[in-house]
């Protein structure tokens, strides 16, 4: 598997030689610039990929705020995870970057732990997109001929196996099965496994978090819980409610990002699903159900 090549950019050189000093031992290829305008001139180049851009907010000349609106504009740029790195983290400034899409926050001076657990968590999160997108235009015409289907699932795999075949019914298959699988990972690690936030954010800085859903999983009283999908023609649009066996969580807490949780490394899953995926997102009683709707993949023809 090839090196995730991380993008850097920080005006100052001493910050740049501290990332560099966090990451040394980590399996990445790092590339550095210390502007804003030979940020973008790199990004911008066909010939470079990068898997993540990390960030600074506050640069001279091009600032990394512009930076972020650009990328997000860009039609192959955009789905590039940005780790906005700043020591401007006041809720409005906070909400600014959450709005342009940083959906990921280190406040200066961070920790070592901080950085490589966010990044991970970005590159995890991309990762995962990306195996979605490959699988997409798997039996896309048999799909979108189907006018009800029921799926049931246990693990984070099926999850996303389902969600990448639920999604083809869609006008946008690609963001729906990206938001369709956080709602199936909601339902299994929160709903039926009981790992709350901040479970979750503590695995995932010391980097147990998938041992941890594997014990879970095979945890007799979990055993037998699933995550339950029901995708149905709606007139113009598709309905899609998803159901857990788990006692429900604080799901009003999530539905918007809140700025003091921009920091965290998890818990963003359900605010990319309103987004980006779905026209409608609306949980009902303790938060165990949610119903979803987007457009038909036929371009709303029944």
Same mark, same amino acid.
């Given at each position: ?84 790195? *700043?020591? @401007? /983290? ?5 909400? +600014?970057?959450? #709005?342009? =899409?940083?959906?990921?926050? !280190? ?56 969600? *990448?075949? @639920? /999604? ?5 298959? +690609?963001?729906? #099965?990206? =938001?369709?699988?956080?709602? !199936? ?118």
């Amino acid at each position: 598997m090839a090196r995730a090549r991380i993008l850097v950019v920080d005006d100052e050189p001493f910050n740049l030689e501290i990332i560099c000093d966090y990451l040394e031992d980590c399996d990445y290829e790092l590339v550095t610039t210390q502007e804003g305008a030979d940020a973008l001139a790199r990004l911008e180049d066909p010939e470079q990929h990068f898997d993540v851009l990390v960030l600074d907010r506050m640069m001279p000349g091009i600032s990394g705020m512009e930076v972020l609106r650009r990328v997000k504009q860009h039609e192959r740029l955009k789905a590039i995870p940005v780790i906005m790195q *700043t020591a @401007a /983290a006041t809720p409005d400034q906070v909400r +600014e970057g959450l #709005a342009a =899409g940083a959906h990921y926050y !280190l406040t200066k001076p961070f920790e070592c732990d901080s950085l490589r657990a966010v990044i991970r968590t970005a590159l995890d999160d991309q990762r995962r997109r990306a195996e979605l997108a490959d699988r997409i235009h798997e039996h896309v015409v048999a799909m979108q001929m189907i006018d009800r289907a029921e799926f049931s699932v246990r693990t984070l795999e099926e999850a996303a196996a389902v969600a *990448t075949t @639920a /999604a083809l019914v869609c006008a946008r298959p +690609e963001a729906v #099965a990206m =938001g369709l699988a956080e709602l !199936l990972v909601n339902g299994v690690e929160h709903g039926n496994l009981g790992i709350d936030f901040e479970t979750k954010g503590a695995l995932k800085e010391s980097g147990t978090w998938a041992d941890e859903v594997r014990k879970r999983l095979s945890a007799p009283q979990n055993l037998a819980k699933r995550v339950r999908l029901t995708v149905q023609r709606d007139g113009a649009r598709w309905h899609f409610h998803v159901r857990d066996d788990g006692p429900g969580f604080d799901w009003q807490r999530f539905i918007e990002l809140d700025p003091s949780r921009a920091f965290a490394p998890n818990g963003r899953g359900i605010v990319l699903a309103r987004q980006i995926a779905f026209d409608e997102v609306r949980y009902e009683g303790s938060g165990n159900e949610v119903h979803a709707w987007c457009g038909n993949g036929n371009g709303g023809q029944q």
